[in-house]
């Protein structure tokens, strides 16, 4: 069974980490098989292009950093524990937080990730088949909302990830505080001048004059 992809225009983009040689429970070409007709076919009903990692010669590691930087979804499949799953997934996790974890045996990731939230996955049936769908929906619905779940151990230590600092350094919000009423307000770095003005007045929203305090650059979720 395969998922028919829409007639619009993809032009968002999910980068695949995936085993791309033989593993403890399949093969090489049950891989290809897997990305070819359950997950490239699901993500491009949903509107993305989708694209793998893979086996080749050369500077490979530029290209993954390329291709998980580049790319507004990362799908890491963790079964059978492959180490360079786990490497990428490791640097999905410090670049973004929109990364989906599946796997076909659950009780087989580590307890560290499974609060994150790893969908199981059945890869032999149209049962299967849907309810992948039906589950990187919801993923993908919790992921790009406003106020997304905590997506990766990183984040939660950091605080941050790249992404999100690549943000606030392309378009930087100032965090502003009356120094009267003490209330903060979010200001476009480059709409900051006479009538937001840090030490001149009035802050934004409030209307008083009394000057404002730069509190820092407001944290976004990536």
Not at 97 to 122: A, C, F
Not at 149 to 160: E, K, M, Q, Y
Not at 170 to 189: F, G, I, S, T
Not at 194 to 215: M, N
């Amino acid at each position: 069974m395969t998922v028919s992809s829409p007639s619009s225009v993809i032009q968002k983009t999910c980068y695949v980490i995936m085993p791309f040689s033989d593993s403890k429970s399949c093969s090489k070409e049950e891989w290809d098989n897997i990305f070819e007709k359950l997950f490239k076919p699901t993500f491009e009903h949903l509107g993305y292009q989708c694209s793998r990692s893979k086996a080749s010669v050369g500077l490979v590691i530029k290209g993954i950093l390329e291709s998980i930087h580049s790319s507004e979804i990362v799908l890491a499949d963790l079964t059978d524990a492959k180490p360079n799953v786990f490497y990428e997934l490791g640097i999905a996790h410090a670049i973004t937080n929109r990364t989906i974890m599946v796997t076909q045996d659950l009780s087989s990731v580590s307890s560290d990730l499974k609060p994150y939230g790893v969908i199981e996955y059945e890869p032999d049936t149209k049962e299967g088949y849907m309810k992948f769908g039906t589950d990187i929906t919801e993923a993908l619905r919790r992921l790009l909302s406003p106020k997304p779940p905590s997506g990766n151990p990183v984040t939660d230590f950091l605080g941050i990830n790249i992404r999100s600092l690549e943000v606030i350094l392309e378009k930087p919000v100032a965090l502003l505080e009356c120094a009267k009423c003490h209330r903060v307000y979010e200001v476009p770095v480059g709409g900051m001048g006479h009538g937001y003005g840090v030490g001149a007045g009035p802050a934004v929203g409030c209307g008083h004059w009394e000057p404002s305090i730069f509190k820092g650059l407001a944290r976004f979720h990536g």
